[in-house]
Nanobody, 120 residues
Framework: QVQLVESGGDLVQPGGSLRLSCAASGNIFRVNVMGWYRQAPGKERELVATISSGSSTNYADSAKGRFTISRDNARKTVYLQMNSLKPEDTAVYYC??????????????WGQGTLVTVAS
C-alpha cells in the first residue's frame, strides 16, 4: 500500500507564491515519474508539470515560466513552486506518482488533492 500526502494549498492573492509538497511512502521500490495535475471547478483534470527520475521536466504552457517542479529522491517527495499566481490557477492540485513496487509491478498513485485559491 502506498500513501501520498500533499500539503501547501492555501488562499493567496494574485501575484503571490505557493509551494506544494507531496511525499510518497509505503510499498515503493523505485519512484519513476512524479507530477502535478489540477482540476478547476467544472473542468477536466489537466497536466501542470512532470519530472522524471532523471529530473527531466515537462510543463503545461500555462505553467511555463511561473511554476517549477522539483523532487527529492531520498525523501520520495515532489514539489511545485508556483510564482506569479493568477486567479485562473485556482484549482485542486493533485500529486501523481508512477512507481515500481517491491512486487515489481508498475503502479500509478494519486494524492488526495490540495486546494489552491487565488483571489484578492
Amino acid at each position: 500500500q502506498v500513501q501520498l500526502v500533499e500539503s501547501g494549498g492555501d488562499l493567496v492573492q494574485p501575484g503571490g507564491s505557493l509551494r506544494l509538497s507531496c511525499a510518497a511512502s509505503g510499498n515503493i521500490f523505485r519512484v519513476n515519474v512524479m507530477g502535478w495535475y489540477r482540476q478547476a471547478p467544472g473542468k477536466e483534470r489537466e497536466l501542470v508539470a512532470t519530472i522524471s527520475s532523471g529530473s527531466s521536466t515537462n510543463y503545461a504552457d500555462s505553467a511555463k515560466g511561473r511554476f517549477t517542479i522539483s523532487r527529492d529522491n531520498a525523501r520520495k517527495t515532489v514539489y511545485l513552486q508556483m510564482n506569479s499566481l493568477k486567479p485562473e490557477d485556482t484549482a485542486v492540485y493533485y500529486c501523481h506518482v508512477n512507481f515500481l513496487a517491491w512486487t515489481l509491478s508498475n503502479v500509478d498513485a494519486w494524492g488526495q488533492g490540495t486546494l489552491v485559491t487565488v483571489a484578492s
